[in-house]
């Protein structure tokens, strides 16, 4: 990162108050150029009366039964005009690196079904030595694993591929990744459990949805870092995400981590079900396929600036974002602040944990003129995220699922932000 | 940890299906001693047309605006009859190592303010070369910090202390201590850009609730790790927790993590305010007191087995629990499940972040007679979590704050369990 210059950043002028705030981004300050004010909060001569003027006026409110959101606070998972089958994290409201639980971004094919935990079991059968049924009271007696992972659906990215428009925000582009600490069972420990037989090679996971979810996941992938989960940051999982159990295979698409999950059959082959057919195979160009395209490719994502924001003002600002992998670690994002001419490698301010969600952020002067906004993220398996051009090489216009290209975020010189493809 | 022998765990029974799991705990399964049952799903019998005995049977509801919970799932902040100035985390309920932001812990002096965040802003004067207030927009703009730390009350086990009750949930024993995902600004950050003066020692930190809470903040602690906050668990501060920015003070008393922080003073000595004198001050025996006793001690608590919950039969079960203390990493974990006779090292199946929340675990296999279950931390300072009579002998029998001791809960040899004191 090039040494950032000291600078004033002179507020939006405020009705009350007359002040400047000073942003400190590099290791000096250049007194001279400051002009500090006395701060006159005592002062303020509108509606000085009212508890939002001063809330130190009237005694609050008493607490609640759920700590709730503040009235000014008010995301949402669907933007306007989208419903039913998809809904979207707003990364753009969001800090840190967990996605609320009831912000995580949803997928399902039949809507989401109401299971009584108490009813709810898994049965472990197929090519094993024991079948099983564990019930939910069951599987928390087993030793527990915790650990923070992102969830992808492969499908991320692809409308704004397809159709770009400068009116989409972070949501509408990549609001189909979400990042959560899990709590459940290691798949090794249920299937050691049952004894799983010498000629087995694939389990086939299946969901109490009304649309019956079924994915093939390979054996080797079950016994290293699969998980069944039943809590979500801290708490039991939301119906949206897999209640009261889900199937969780880090760094592999969405779709065959198996929410409301009731069934592993252990088997010698792939199920080849139509969610590995018809759909989640992507077609390359030359007539060839992938199928069996398990791994989301290495991504990063501007969150602010971003649409709808705008910048109040020239000078220092934090170019902030998201970078994550299904192949490990991030090890590195770069940011371009004049559309790719020059790149500044971003700080990673929380560190990076594999195959979860990864905050990078770069600060930047801005100088008042457009330009456009970039972020390319690089992982510890050597990936980098592509340019657009790239991508369509190797992959081909119309392959619908794993988009995962360079994105733009056009800045114009009045300080608003919109989407500028990728 | 002594290793587990392998036991079948004979459910309790339902109606619909025969079936026995088996909960393999250590690194053998005895063949000969499981009495696996074919899996009969296909055959259930009772309910068989209803949603909820096949929810494969009917189309699901489609995603709302945010993913609510279960109606299975109804945690709340108050267990029924407290309200008011205190609510409190139900630690029983949850899983891993993050507090759902509408499930941390509140307690407040005067209510919840309701803040209009374009109207709030922080001033910075005192012994500083440029007083300085700045809007929330502009703390966005400096770098960004994002940890994971826990935030305890000073009195958080008193009540349990002073008048244990069998009926007792770790809600009502431990409750006031949560652990989140916290965002914002370093306070070093801040200090540097007023530029503190030579002479300066403390920082008063005001809120701006009717309270109008202030506390006194060694300029070390603020140097060191003190955040200004802005986001939780990757949102927004909720309204109870400080909505739009507290004061973090890693490790220290939570009341001094001032909420709805407006002012920060930096002067030459503490205040001595109502807060620093007559509350939060612990009598000593032999008529001294503990003044400015800011560091949060070494702790744990068993969360399951606990009241209300009950043991099923008899054969493997995970004690769980969380570990945290104010002066850094948890280091270990003792387990006893013999009333203190003996003592097992737990696992701590997410490894430790310092200064927060640590799950713990151990897998003990239950012979079906009454005993007591008790928890021991130690940290990374050399702190080791003391008995009740050690407490005592350390604090009196009256400081009110700071109550740290091991605590009991007692397993009946018909499963229920009960909060033991301590």
């Given amino acids: 990162m090039e040494a950032p210059l000291p600078e004033e950043l002179s507020a939006a002028p405020r009705p009350t108050l007359s002040r400047r705030a000073l942003v400190r981004t590099g290791g000096l300050i250049a007194g001279a150029a400051l002009t500090p004010s006395l701060v006159r909060a005592v002062t303020r001569q509108v509606d000085s009366t009212s508890a939002l003027a001063d809330p130190t006026r009237v005694p609050g409110v008493a607490s609640d039964s759920l700590g709730t959101r503040s009235a000014f606070e008010t995301p949402r998972l669907s933007p306007v005009g989208v419903t039913g089958g998809s809904s979207w994290t707003p990364h753009h409201l969001l800090h840190g690196t967990i996605t609320p639980a009831d912000l995580h971004f949803q997928r399902h094919h039949n809507g989401i079904p109401v299971i009584d935990p108490a009813r ?23 030793p527990s694993v915790t650990r923070t992972y992102f969830i992808e659906c492969s499908g991320n990215g692809g409308r704004a591929w397809n159709n770009p428009k400068p009116d989409m925000s972070p949501q509408v582009v990549e609001g189909l990744t979400s990042n959560s ?3 459940g069972v290691a798949m090794s420990t249920l299937l050691r459990a049952v004894g799983v037989k010498s000629s087995a090679s694939w389990v086939v996971a299946e969901g109490s949805d009304a649309a019956v979810m079924a994915r093939s996941v390979p054996m080797s992938k079950m016994l290293d870092d699969a998980l069944v989960v039943y809590a979500q940051n801290g708490e039991a999982l939301r119906p949206g995400n897999g209640y009261p159990i889900r199937l969780l295979l880090p760094g592999f698409e969405g779709n065959m981590s198996v929410k409301w999950l009731r069934r592993l059959e252990v088997v010698d082959q792939p199920l080849m079900s139509r969610e ?40 220092w600002h934090a170019v902030r974002g998201i970078a994550w992998s299904g192949r490990g670690r991030i090890t590195r994002v770069d940011v371009s602040t004049d559309g790719g001419r020059s790149w500044h490698e971003a700080t990673l301010p929380n560190g990076a944990l594999p195959l979860a969600h990864t905050r990078f952020e770069h600060l930047w002067q801005w100088d008042g003129r457009a330009t456009r ?23 081909g216009n119309a392959p619908g699922y794993h ?17 500028g493809g990728g």
Avoid: N
């Fill in 276 to 315: 590995e057919t018809s759909k989640y195979t992507d077609p390359l160009p030359g007539g060839k396929a992938r199928q069996f395209s398990f791994v989301m490719d290495v991504k990063s994502l501007i969150t602010s600036p971003s649409y709808p924001g705008q910048l109040a003002e020239k000078g």
């Fill in 403 to 419: 988009y995962s290209a360079i994105r733009a975020w056009d800045v114009a010189a009045d300080g608003t932000v919109t989407f």
């Fill in 120 to 142: 709810h079991t898994l049965t472990i059968h197929g090519l094993v030595e024991r079948p099983l049924e564990f019930t939910l009271e069951e599987l928390r007696r087993f």
């Fill in 181 to 183: 600490e899990w709590t």
């Fill in 373 to 395: 906004l970039l972020s390319r993220a690089f992982d510890e398996s050597g990936a980098v995220q592509p340019t657009a051009d790239e991508y369509r090489r190797a992959r």
